[in-house]
């Protein structure tokens, strides 16, 4: 089982930065899958990112189109944390972000392959 608690999130303006850290207590990070999702105010929750490791040193990754190239999902194995690198933010970047793992270890799309969550951090952008 692992804890997921999620940080950095705030307030920025428009084509700024931020990054997000999700620490992880319990089992190594490593041994999951880890996405980020989030969920603007009278939205459905939404992917964005997720990743895992595939062998020793490579990991697969993907992205929501919405935020490809602006966002970076990476991880440091020896904090136990993921992270979100956020850059040229949006208004519409707006949202709870969550962290989200999945013990069968694979980097997915769909929420409901996920099995452990954060709390959520709140991102603001404003314009």
């Known amino acids: 089982q692992v804890q997921l608690v999620e940080s950095g999130g705030g307030l920025v303006q428009a084509g700024g930065s931020l990054r997000l850290s999700c620490a992880a207590s319990g089992r190594t990070v490593s041994r999951y899958g880890m996405g980020w999702f989030r969920q603007a105010p009278g939205k459905e929750r939404e992917f964005v990112a997720a990743?895992?490791?595939?062998?020793?040193?490579?990991?697969?990754?993907y992205y929501a189109d919405s935020v490809k190239g602006r966002f970076t999902i990476s991880s440091d194995n020896a904090k136990n944390t993921v992270y979100l690198q956020m850059n040229s933010l949006k208004p519409e970047d707006t949202a709870v972000y969550y962290c989200a793992a999945d013990q069968a270890g694979l980097a997915s799309r769909s929420e409901g392959q996920y099995d452990y969550w954060g709390q959520g951090t709140q991102v603001t952008v404003s314009s």
């Open positions: 990743f895992n490791w595939s062998g020793r040193s490579t990991y697969t990754v």
